[in-house]
């Protein structure tokens, strides 16, 4: 534990009109640790030295005193992209439930950076009383807040329906409709499932990719025609998803379509053809699989093996019954 003395003089040293002086004693207050320096870190923060901000907010970050909790929220406004990424870092790991009333205040302020880092930061909160604040973000004009409210609104665990979220599916913004594409999977409204499998036709393959992971959150036999199509897709991510939500609704129908993408030029495709094989159980799957037990590789071969038992084991317990 430094003395008083030691102590006081590093603080006074804060004040030093050399900046050089001011990094040396930030850094060796950050070194010392000591909870009663937070009062004069908390004023470093506003230190016209951008390097010797960064090294404050460090330093009340490992001090994780909550009185710096409103002062950091400060430093999200400053022009400094390195300054705002820091607190932004800190207050992460500082802000609790009982800051939900401060961060929806902050997140009035006319500051992009400032509403784009609390909207953020909610998501450590999960309360559902921010859903009001969100709710105006989606019209925003910004594409960023649009996307960072619609991913915010995933977090909010108790939220089932928003029909507002549901329009920014079709946002002018790609960015703004792959977060909506997964958060779509987080909601139960009735329009969900046709705007998902109307999103497996979207002209980014990301917001396709994610209509499809969301679809096998929702695991609707309604989606099967459009899941199908998308075995069909240009890009190999999309095809692979729309089997892992295949997987969750199991249709003999699906047989030849799902036998087809053993052949797929992805090999996580491929895999996951074999799972989904595995989970649909039919024995006409067994020659395709058999031929899988070669591919080159070795996943598809594991994955393709596993298949064949559940098949096997599954009609040797129904001639038993």
Known sequence: MPTDVELNKWIDQLQSSSQDDRLVAVKTLQHLGDDAAID???????????????????????????????????CLASPEAEIRSEAAAALSELITTAHLLLLLEKLQQDDINVQLAVLTLLRKIHDVQSLPALLSFFESPYAQLREAAIVTLRYLNQVKHCPPALVLIHDTDETVRRSAALTLGHLTDAEVIPLLTQALTDPDWQVR???AKSLAVHSSPNALPDLLSSLNDDHWQVRKFALQALQQIPNPQLLPDVIKTLADEAPDVRKEAAIALGNLGHPNALNALQQALDDPDRDVCIYAQRAIQKIQANFSLCDQL
Do not use: G, M
Not at 49 to 55: G, L, R
């Open 40 to 74: 004069a870190l908390i004023i470093a923060l506003k230190d016209n030295s951008p390097a010797v901000q960064k090294i404050a907010i460090t330093a009340v970050w490992e001090l994780a005193n909550p009185v710096a909790v409103t002062p950091l929220l400060d």
């Open 209 to 211: 990719r994610n209509a």
